[in-house]
């Protein structure tokens, strides 16, 4: 009886650390997820940017979502819709810009 016992009470503690450990692995796991996709974003736009530059020797001058609209319309971003809240600050020359993905 007493094994009985025990061996059910080691299977509850290996369950209930078991499922803590793979909750905890969830959460990271999409902390990770979240991460790789904002870094993935932020270099679409980028080369987005680049590919404007190289068509009309300067950077969008619109600001924010402007700047993806303007993309999006010169078929140098294949989507306007961005997951991530952006702030955009080209130069005024358009020579240069300021991204930053939130």
């Known amino acids: 009886m007493i094994e009985k016992a025990t061996i059910a009470t080691l299977i509850a503690t290996f369950l209930s650390v078991g499922f803590s450990g793979i909750e905890d692995s969830i959460d990271e796991i999409q902390n990770e997820a979240t991460a790789a996709a904002s870094v ?3 270099r679409e736009l980028r080369t987005a940017l680049e590919i404007c530059y190289s068509k009309n020797d300067s950077y969008p ?3 924010d979502e402007g700047m993806i609209r303007d993309l999006y319309e010169e078929d140098c971003l294949m989507s306007d819709r961005i ?8 130069s ?4 240069s810009y300021k991204l930053e993905l939130k």
């Open 40 to 42: 993935m974003q932020e």
């Open 83 to 90: 997951v991530y809240e952006i702030t955009y600050t080209p």
């Open 61 to 63: 001058l619109s600001y």
């Open 92 to 95: 005024i020359s358009g020579q």
